[in-house]
């Protein structure tokens, strides 16, 4: 592979990233220089790259895995902050909305992160992965390591899961009646 095809590999593995980043570490510029420093690294060691896998999985390990480190160098865990409004969903919305649909979006964005912080780890993951970061499931098998079918079912038991505490929670309400799905 040569170089310039691994920089531009890197280039867009960075941008994807970043949200990853930010997930994890909870801040803009920390979460920038993460992923400078996880390219760096993914250089580095380019030789141990499989070049018959994605390139994306193997970029995300190294990223995931410096934010971690960060983490544990600052003493802090990753439940410990809700994450700010500016990375949620609302946030990419482009349409104007009135100030009232805005708020109200608002407290379903918060409702949404506060029961995806209370997941176990491994589906809180597997959601942000998802959701998030947009993996296919093949992708997320290559992060985690694991066949898809695994990947499916713990999709399936987050969202379940999920399902149940938003329907507890009097500030979430879900779109076109679906609070009424028995899971």
């Known amino acids: ?42 250089w580095t060691h380019r030789e141990r790259y499989d070049k018959s896998k994605p390139f994306y999985p193997w970029y995300y390990r190294i990223l995931k895995n410096h934010c971690l480190d960060l983490l544990r160098q600052r003493g802090r865990f990753l439940s410990e902050e809700a994450a700010p409004v500016s990375t949620q969903a609302s946030a990419f919305s482009k ?55 695994t990947v499916m079912s713990r999709l399936y038991r987050a969202r379940k899961i999920l399902r149940k505490q938003l329907q507890r929670d009097p500030t979430f309400s879900f779109a076109s009646g679906h609070d009424e799905v028995q899971p």
């Open 1 to 42: 592979m040569s170089h310039h095809i691994f920089h531009q590999l890197l280039h867009d593995a960075m941008q994807r990233g970043y949200v990853a980043a930010y997930r994890i570490l909870k801040n803009p510029d920390e979460a920038s220089e993460a992923c400078q420093e996880a390219a760096a690294r993914a």
């Open 95 to 149: 349409a104007p909305r009135s100030a009232e649909s805005q708020v109200m979006e608002q407290q379903q964005d918060q409702a949404l992160m506060r029961a995806i912080e209370t997941l176990q780890d491994e589906l809180r993951e597997i959601i942000e992965l998802r959701h998030f970061q947009d993996l296919s499931y093949e992708e997320i098998a290559a992060v985690l390591d694991c066949p898809t079918g």
